[in-house]
């Protein structure tokens, strides 16, 4: 995942700056979401 502090890798348990603890990632349909203690991360689209 990039965000504005930089890239990280994701999996459930990994805790994100100002994103929270990972409770799963996901694809769905055509994009990925990971989902956090915190909220939903949705994949750009380009």
């Known amino acids: 995942m990039q ?3 930089g890239s990280f890798a ?3 348990g990994v805790t994100l700056p100002d994103a929270g603890r ?3 990632v996901a694809k ?4 990925w979401v990971v989902v956090t203690a ?3 991360i949705t994949e750009q689209a380009f």
């Open 3 to 5: 965000g504005r502090q």
């Open 10 to 12: 994701v999996a459930p």
């Open 22 to 24: 990972v409770l799963f």
């Open 28 to 31: 769905r349909g055509n994009r």
């Open 38 to 40: 915190k909220g939903m």
